[in-house]
Every structure is written in C-alpha cells, then in structure tokens.
C-alpha cells in the first residue's frame, strides 16, 4: 500500500463536527469555517491558528464531515501521521474536493516538505477545491523557509482561536459527558474543573477515565465517586 493510498484511507473522527464544537470562546471562527465550506468561491486556503488545546483539529475534523455532507470528497489527515513517508506521501491528495493538513507547522524549515506543500496547494488550486491547514501561529512567524509558500497561506483566510476560559472548558466537558451518556451535574463538573489540568486535552482524558470506570462500577457521576477514581 503507498503512503497517499494510506492517507486516503484515514477515518474521520464521529466525535468531531460542527454541532459539537462547544465553548463561546471560539465559536464565531467555527461559524465561520462552517460559512467557507458553504461557499468556498475566492477562498483558495483556510489557515486555522491556535494552541493545539484550542480545537483547531476538531475543526477541520468538522470541515470534512461537512463537505462529505454536502457531497464532497474530503480528507484529513496529521502530519505527524505522514512524516515518517517523507514529502511523497501528500501525492494524490489533491484527488480530493477539500484537502485538512493539521499540525502544518511540524515541517516548517524542511526545504522539501515546504515545497512538496506549495506544490499540493497549486494543484488543489487548479482543480477548484480548497486546502485547510492548523498551525499554532500565523504563517510569518513560524520559521517556514519557502517565501511563496508563506505568500499562499497569507493570501487566504485565516482563523484565529483563543485559549478557552475555565466556563468554556466546563461547558465542553459537561457536553462530551453528556455525548457519552453520562450524567454530569453542575456540581460535579465544577468539582473536577477545580482540581483537574488546566488543558483541555488533559481535561478530556480524564473524562475517559471516568468513563471507564463508571461503566464497570454501573456508578453515576458523583463527587464522592469522583473522589474515589481520581484519587483526590
């Protein structure tokens, strides 16, 4: 199997769409985004910019959902997922209506990987569709080395996300619970969010743990049981 059948082979994550985007935060740039794979005309690439904490994955996860939606094909695909393929591996991406590179920043200062990218984005361009990417700082900050391909990623739309405040965290943490079917009180939720990380990602793991263990336990969510499992 060649690395770009590979890559086309990635699964989209279920758990990753607009309608389950939470957090005030960072709602209007998904409004947005979700606005661009509605009428893509004059958009030539979609730059999302922000901490890797702030969802910027779940959303181009959402744009591909969307685009599928509404008949598209889409991939998306890390490029942590296709580092170990070398530059080859983005050939035959532009095959698709809307190609989402997350992580783009992972190969800023690599002569070839910048080139093979510039090179993708022109045949996405040729061909009518649309490049998505998520870096965690604008283009001209990151180190890219390709002066034509920082032109590119400058000349499109770029989203900027912010870092979630504590009540956008609780809301989404309540929100998956609830996604998973677990009951997750007020009290509860601001139980955990006084004792756990301060990351989301971090935040959400712990959800799985909890998970887990109520469903062996056959236990509702309750802050002695909270106590007990986090060992707090």
Known sequence: MSASQLVLGVKLRDDARFDNFHGDRNIEAARRLKAICDQPAGVPVVVICGDSDTG?????????????????????????????????ALAGLDTQDLVSLDDLDRIAGDAAWEEAVFHLYNRIHDRGGLLMVSISEVPTSLGFQLPDLVSRLTHGLT??????????RQTILQARAEQRGLVMSDDVASFIMRRAPRRLGDLLAMLDVLDENSLQAQRRLTIPFVKTVMGW
């Open 56 to 88: 910027r994955s779940h959303l181009l996860q959402a744009a591909c959902h969307h685009a599928e939606a509404r008949g598209w094909s889409a991939v998306c695909v890390s490029i942590a997922e296709l580092e170990a393929f070398g530059p080859e």
């Open 159 to 168: 989203l900027q996300l912010g870092i979630y405040r504590d009540e956008d």
